[in-house]
């Protein structure tokens, strides 16, 4: 009977018993068995426990698995362990943490190469040397320093057939790095943005408050090439360059230094900026500039900037006058930029002075006369041009009555004309036609080959006038059929 009792049991097999002797390291639980099963303190639980007695009383029931069967001459040893029933629920516990992302606390149980061995749960998992620390919290250190520790860990990888789990502690301390970032990031942004709001509602009373024109003292607080920045209680304007003096060209650094005391006028204020001007508040140089020339009167100026609808000239410290480019020459084609350059001394005609709005309008023309004004010709007369100039494979540009005008190269013979200087030289006299003219825009263009043309239909009526004189007898001539023709 003993035998067939024993071969029913076997390891592995999940028995329910009662406590029926308790010592420090050992009890003895009824199986219901002819003899019973022993379980030592270690093997109740992964927790260290002093003594069976501080928690297990006789009568106490437990479930254990039989972890080995062992037969002596006169009895049987059978062994229980609470251990794999604890472990599988354990497993389970840790795979949950895993699905979780939790963080948890593992102990370092040793040093191995490349790493450490912490333990959670009864189980034992590698940490890489790679995983341990985080550079942007703490200096790297020893291995050996976290022997015995405890560490918060996050579980990262799984492998359910081996049962192995992988930890790094990098992670989570880099996970808690940055949500520290964007807590502090998020209080800044909210501490920011309230104290943007008041200095919004500050610089808003301030600035409706100002008005054009006022008179105001503020502190410089910036310098740049193209101004200077006052700032008042919390706006600030901007005194540009040209408004801190009536001299040009001036150096701002030169004229002020950060945290001077500045007075200024406020001169124009649009979508939350302010303009400023100092020179408003001193006598302006035209005014004076004004009161000895007249309108009318000869002046002479320095080309300082060339625009493209003008050029500015300085005329005194202080006074500048535009020559717009329809005042350069009567001709409209000129172009102005080319014929001066900066440095240029001019003797030009006052036109305009406007005091209030500080310009001055200069012309050149008006010192010299206008040669379209003197032509007599008319669109479609013959004249005789001198050739001044030849634009190789385009046109002959000609002169007459002191006017230019231009005869392009399909316009100089009723043959074709590869070459224009194999034909014609600067200097010669030829004779055209006036094809185009407009001297409002100064266009001329002339033509030889429409004189050429009309000399040869001129000849040729010639001809058939002769033709029909000889054979006045014939009813149809070879001119009669073409004359139509030919005349078109």
């Known amino acids: 009977m003993l035998d067939v009792k024993i071969k029913e049991l076997s390891a592995g097999t999940i028995v329910t018993a009662t406590v029926v002797s308790v010592k420090d390291r050992e009890l003895l639980l009824d199986l219901n068995y002819m003899t019973e099963g022993t379980m030592y303190l270690d093997a109740y639980s992964y927790d260290k426990k002093e003594s069976f007695k501080d928690f297990i009383k006789v009568g106490d029931v ?44 593992a102990k370092v149980s040793k040093v191995v190469p490349k790493g450490l061995m912490v333990n959670y749960k009864s189980f034992d998992f590698f940490l890489h040397e790679s995983q341990i620390e985080f550079p942007d919290l703490e200096t790297k250190v020893s291995l050996e320093t976290y022997k015995g520790k405890e560490l918060d860990v996050k579980i990262v990888e799984l492998d359910e057939k081996k049962r192995r789990f992988t930890v790094s502690r990098r992670e989570h301390l880099r996970d808690e790095y940055y949500k520290k970032k964007k807590a502090d990031y998020t209080e800044m942004i909210e501490r920011r943005s309230a104290e943007k709001l008041a200095y919004q509602e500050a610089k808003e009373k301030e600035y409706n408050d100002i008005l054009v024109g006022d008179v105001k003292t503020g502190t410089v607080f910036k310098i740049e090439k193209y101004g200077v920045f006052v700032r008042f209680e919390v706006c600030h304007g901007l005194v540009r360059t040209s408004q801190l003096s009536h001299l040009k060209n001036i150096d701002p650094n030169n004229f002020v230094k950060i945290g001077d005391s500045l007075e200024v006028q406020v001169i124009k204020k649009d ?67 080319a014929g001066v350059k900066i440095g240029d001394e001019l003797t030009l005609v006052l036109q305009n002075i406007d005091i209030a709005k500080e310009r001055i309008n200069l012309s050149k023309k008006a010192l010299e006369d206008n040669p379209w004004g003197k032509l ?43 070459k224009i200087e194999d034909f014609f030289a600067v200097g010669d006299t030829v004779k055209a036609k006036i094809v185009e003219l407009n001297k409002a825009e100064w266009i001329l263009s002339l033509s030889i080959k429409r004189l050429q043309e009309e000399e040869e239909r001129k000849n040729f009526d010639n001809y058939l006038e002769k033709q029909e004189a000889e054979n006045s007898d014939n009813k149809t001539t070879l001119g009669d059929m073409f004359k139509d023709v030919l005349k078109k």
């Open 376 to 418: 007599t010709h008319q669109l479609g007369d013959d004249v005789e041009v001198k050739i001044v100039s030849i634009v190789p494979g385009k046109s002959l540009i000609v002169e007459v009555q002191e006017v230019e005008g231009v005869i392009l190269i399909n316009e100089l013979s009723t043959q074709k004309i590869a």
């Open 62 to 105: 437990m479930t254990a698995v039989v972890k080995k069967i062992s037969e002596r001459d006169d009895s049987v040893l059978i062994l229980l362990s609470r251990l794999p029933l604890l472990k599988k629920d354990l497993y389970e516990e840790v795979k949950e943490d895993f699905n979780n992302k939790t963080i948890v606390k």
């Open 271 to 337: 979508a939350g900026q302010i303009d400023l001007s100092v020179k408003a508040l001193t006598p302006t140089p035209h005014k004076e500039y004004a009161e000895n020339h007249k309108i009318g009167s000869e002046v002479t100026g320095t080309v300082i900037q060339k625009l493209p609808f003008g050029i500015i000239l300085q005329l005194t410290d202080g006074v500048t006058g535009l020559l717009h480019k329809s005042e350069y020459s009567w001709n409209p084609n000129s172009n102005f930029a």
